[in-house]
């Protein structure tokens, strides 16, 4: 496989990405539940791709600090959750313990 190929094929897995994440993700705003940045109107969007599949355009998220490992109710896998991911979770009323 030539290089441009190779660039083709990553690209069309980018974009079929971006397209999945148009039509599927389900996006949540959330106002930031700091005191400070509350009243700043902060808001943060979190968007599930799955299940157990979230994104957040937080700080924590994108830095990876201050992150929480959780495994839901019921469910196998374990993954890490910013406080926003979690807020979701509990307001859609969906059970999950922190993992230590
Ligand atoms: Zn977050």
């Known amino acids: 496989m030539s290089d441009k190929e190779d ?3 990553v690209l069309t897995q980018e974009l ?3 397209l999945w994440k148009k039509l599927f993700a389900v996006e949540y705003i959330v106002t930031s539940l700091d005191y400070w940045r509350k009243k ?3 808001k943060y969007t979190v968007l599930q791709t799955g299940d157990e599949d979230f994104e957040c355009d937080c700080e924590s998220w994108y830095y990876g600090s201050g ?3 959780i495994q839901l109710e019921g469910g196998t896998s374990r993954f890490l959750t910013c406080k926003h991911m979690r807020f979701v979770l509990k307001e859609k009323k969906i059970s ?3 993992i230590w």
Request: glycine share 6%; net charge positive.
């Open 67 to 69: 992150l929480v490992r």
């Open 40 to 42: 700043q109107g902060k």
């Open 7 to 9: 660039l083709e094929f």
């Open 16 to 18: 079929s990405k971006k």
């Open 96 to 98: 999950f313990r922190k």
